[in-house]
Structure formats: structure tokens, C-alpha cells
């Protein structure tokens, strides 16, 4: 490689402009050498060696990381490249929590000795000197200098975003202080450099794509939030058409002179006329999106649970999917509303209805354990997301994600299980005790 000086046409090896830039670019007050100085009596041919065996391991480690999307192996990479600039026995990257007290490594490992090492630094102030100078900085082990075995020094990279304090990356080496020059220093933060800009971009690809998956809940969610407000607004006009003709019918009958032989047909229509009205009353409880009563407040589960049955149990009836319920007596209630527990119920029934099989039982349980409500949904067919399901996976994948959402909001747990015989079991658990929310 050649290198063109500013004011001159002529060429020169890049060793050479190497050569006067460490001339110019100080001294190292500890040393007193160049800080990028390499010159020694091998001859031109060694500095071309050294610094291209340099730009080999760079190029190296960028080739190897161009594609990779994993961050073990990343790290991996990262690790062996190090091992070529200095001999290392350990690296590890660790990272401050939320509130800056402990240092935790970012790739788990069964040796804690640098983890363990670092935190206790860290609390002795041993390493604030680092963070304040901002320097890559060499410290001993102690305790490989309190044996006969080989002595340890830790090069410790302090890592900064945004002027704060990030973390650091060790190094445990037997090389000592004098013996790690201020360029190998640079080399090994130009490769941190790097690193933490791939796995900073894997990290941010994660978060981009949870937020994504978060916003197609949210807008299934507010698309079935928008579909019952709009049933409820519509609900009032029905019903008057609905009730209005059912009380004419209940008086007419009540006029009409029946001996003993017709009280029994008479008796009948009474009865389905009822059943209507309740059922009309259950469809305006389900679909009431009135935002001035969605405060939370105590809820009767069973209640809940009951009243939701005796709408969707037809459409459980046209699947052939039988439904028993299994209602614990006298639970306690819980911090709800209504509307947030009947789009629970949907939910979970919708994974139900799209189990990709017409035939089932269900059984659905309320259980009082503890502090908790526990409601358990068991059914005959698998209900757990397979990838392989088309379609229904993706209204699965929804109906998971609503659902954990929506139990979050009550503080509570989520869980979906199957068993070897291919049956499912959701786990609903309300927490009796929570903030108050609106």
C-alpha cells in the first residue's frame, strides 16, 4: 500500500508515512516512546509484516461478523480476534444495570472470576480512575501475584454512550504493563468499536421488530375495541326493536283465555320469551362501551365467565365443541371491569374456535388459591402456536399476544400449555390484590 504526500507527486510505502506519523504523534509519558512507535533494526520488510498482519485481523473479523445475526457469536469472533493481538487467557464484555451499582457480563460464562473481580473494583472505587481519564488502563490480579503460579494483569476498555458510563471490556493477559503498547491499546478499542456497533444493531433490530409485533397488537386490539364500541352504540335501537315487540307479546298472552289443556304451550312461549329477553340483556352487558363506567372495580368472575358462556355457547354448539364449566362457589372478586374480561374470554375462546378441528370439549375452571384467581380453559385439541398452521397462526400469535397484554393490565400471569396426548391448558391468574387503575 502507497500513500501520496500532500504536497508532493511522489509515492511512499505505508510503513513510512507510519513511520513519521508516530514521530509526530507524541510521546508516551510513562515510556517515553512514540506512542505508535514500531521501529526497530529488522528492516522495512517488518513493519510491512506487522502492520499487515493488523489489517489482516480487521479485515478478518469483519468478514467473519459480515453476516452473523447471533451475538454469541459475535462475541465468539470478537474473542479470537483479540487472542491475535494479545496473548488472553479471558475477555468479557460487562455492562451497568439501570441504576449504575453492578457491572453484569453480557455473555454468561461458568467462570465469574472477571465478573466478581470487576463488581469488587467497582465498589472499592478502583475503578473510577478508568472512567474519569477515559484510558484503557492495565491493573493486576492480586491474587495470581499471591502464588508461585504465572502473574495476571486485567487491560481494562472502559465503554461510554453519550458521555455515560456503559461498561467495560477486560482482558486477562499474563503480558505486563510495559509489555502492551499504546497501539495494541488502540487496536483493541478499534475492535470494541466494532463489535458493540454489530451487536448495538442486533439489539436495536429486536427492539424494532417487538415494537412492530406490539403495534399489530395494539391495532387488532383497538380494531376489536372499535368493532364493540360500535355494536354498543347500535345495541340501544336494537333492543328497543327487540323488547318492544317481545312485552306485546308477553301482554297479549296474558289476555288470552286458556283452559288447562293449552297451559302448558302457553307456559312455553312464556319461557322462550324470557330467554330472550335475558339473552338480549346479556348482549348489552358484553357490548356496554360506555367509557364513563370503565373504571375498574370489584367483578364476580363467575359471573362474568357465566354470562359470556350463554352468548358464545352456540357457536361452540355449531363447532361440536362441547363446553362444561367448572366455577369454584363463593371466590372472592376481583379489580376489573367487565369489558376488559369479557375481551379476555374472546380471546381465549377465539383460540379455541381456531384449534383446526370441529369436534372438542372444553372445560373451564375458576379456582380461589391463595391470593389468586385461577381460571383454566382445558381443552381436547391443541391450542399451542405451531408455525406450520398457516393462517391460524398468525390469529393464535394474535389472540397470545391481546391476551397477555390485557393480563399484564391486571398485574396477572399468562401461560399455554400441552400435553403428549395433544390437549392444551390455558392458565389465567388474577392477582385479589392490585393498584388501582383506571
Known amino acids: 500500500m502507497k ?9 511512499y510505502p505505508f510503513y513510512k508515512f507510519l513511520e513519521d506519523l508516530s514521530s509526530n504523534y507524541g510521546l508516551d509519558k510513562k515510556t517515553g516512546n512514540s506512542l505508535l512507535n514500531y521501529s526497530n533494526n529488522k528492516g522495512e520488510s517488518n513493519y510491512f509484516e506487522k502492520y499487515n498482519y493488523v489489517f489482516n485481523v480487521l479485515t478478518s473479523f469483519e468478514k467473519e461478523t459480515l453476516n452473523l445475526s447471533d451475538i454469541k457469536k459475535i462475541l465468539n469472533v470478537f474473542n479470537d480476534s483479540l487472542k491475535k493481538i494479545l496473548p488472553t487467557k479471558e475477555s468479557s464484555l460487562l455492562f451497568f444495570d439501570t441504576i449504575f451499582s453492578t457491572l453484569t457480563p453480557l455473555e454468561k460464562k461458568k467462570d465469574l472470576l472477571t465478573n466478581s473481580t470487576m463488581n469488587s473494583y467497582y465498589k472499592e472505587g478502583i ?79 429486536k427492539k424494532v421488530t417487538s415494537i412492530h409485533e406490539d403495534l399489530k397488537t395494539y391495532q387488532a386490539k383497538l380494531s376489536n375495541d372499535y368493532r364493540l364500541a360500535a355494536i354498543g352504540e347500535m345495541t340501544h335501537g336494537i333492543v328497543e326493536d327487540i323488547l318492544s315487540p317481545l312485552q306485546v307479546l308477553i301482554s297479549q298472552i296474558d289476555m288470552i ?23 338480549v340483556g346479556r348482549l348489552v352487558k358484553f357490548v356496554d362501551a360506555n367509557p364513563d363506567n370503565a373504571k375498574i372495580r370489584p367483578c364476580n368472575l363467575n359471573e362474568v365467565i357465566s354470562d359470556f358462556y350463554q352468548i358464545f355457547k352456540s357457536t361452540l354448539q ?68 405451531d408455525s406450520t398452521s398457516g393462517k391460524n397462526n398468525q390469529a393464535e400469535d394474535l389472540n397470545v399476544k391481546i391476551i397477555d397484554n390485557l393480563m399484564v393490565k391486571h398485574e396477572g400471569k399468562f401461560s399455554i400449555t400441552s400435553t403428549d396426548i395433544g390437549s392444551s391448558i390455558i392458565t389465567l391468574t388474577f392477582p385479589l390484590r392490585r393498584k388501582l387503575r383506571v
Open 3 to 11: 500513500v501520496l504526500r500532500e504536497n508532493n507527486v511522489e509515492y
Open 127 to 205: 475503578l473510577n480512575n478508568i472512567f474519569d481519564t477515559k484510558l484503557s488502563t492495565v491493573i493486576p490480579l492480586l491474587s495470581s501475584y499471591q502464588n508461585d503460579g504465572p502473574k495476571f494483569n486485567f487491560l481494562i476498555v472502559p465503554i461510554f454512550e453519550e458521555n455515560k458510563r456503559r461498561g467495560l471490556l477486560t482482558l486477562l493477559t499474563t503480558l505486563k504493563e510495559e509489555n502492551i503498547t499504546e497501539f495494541d491499546k488502540k487496536l483493541v478499542e478499534l475492535l470494541l468499536l466494532l463489535t458493540l456497533s454489530k451487536i448495538d444493531k442486533i439489539v436495536l433490530r
Open 257 to 279: 283465555k286458556f283452559d288447562k289443556q293449552n297451559k302448558f304451550e302457553i307456559d312455553l312461549l312464556k319461557a322462550q320469551i324470557n330467554k330472550i329477553n335475558q339473552t
Open 318 to 385: 355449531n363447532l361440536k365443541i362441547e363446553c362444561e364449566l367448572d366455577l369454584q362457589k363463593d371466590i372472592p372478586p376481583i379489580l376489573s371491569h367487565p369489558n376488559n374480561l369479557n375481551q379476555i374470554l374472546t380471546h381465549v375462546f377465539g383460540m379455541v374456535k381456531n384449534s383446526n378441528k370441529d369436534e372438542g370439549a372444553v372445560i373451564l375452571q375458576t379456582r380461589y388459591q391463595g391470593e389468586e384467581i385461577v381460571v383454566k380453559l382445558i381443552s381436547s385439541n391443541n391450542l399451542s402456536i
